[in-house]
C-alpha cells in the first residue's frame, strides 16, 4: 500500500479556505460580482475532490 502524500491534505485545506475568503469576499466587498461566487464555490469543491484523494 502506497503511503499518503504530504501535500494533499495541505491542498485541501487550502482550496477549502480560497473559496470561504472568496466568496466572504464577494458578499462583503465586491457585491456585484456573481463570477466570484463561481470561483469560490469550484475551490470547495476542488477541496472536496481532493478530500477523496486522501487516505
Do not use: E, H, Q, S
Request: with cysteine.
Amino acid at each position: 500500500m502506497k503511503a499518503p502524500k504530504a501535500w494533499v491534505p495541505v491542498l485541501m485545506v487550502a482550496l477549502f479556505l480560497i473559496g470561504m475568503v472568496v466568496i466572504i469576499l464577494r458578499n462583503l466587498v465586491f457585491t456585484g460580482n456573481n463570477i466570484l461566487t463561481l470561483v469560490g464555490l469550484t475551490c470547495i469543491l476542488g477541496g472536496l475532490y481532493t478530500a477523496t484523494k486522501w487516505r
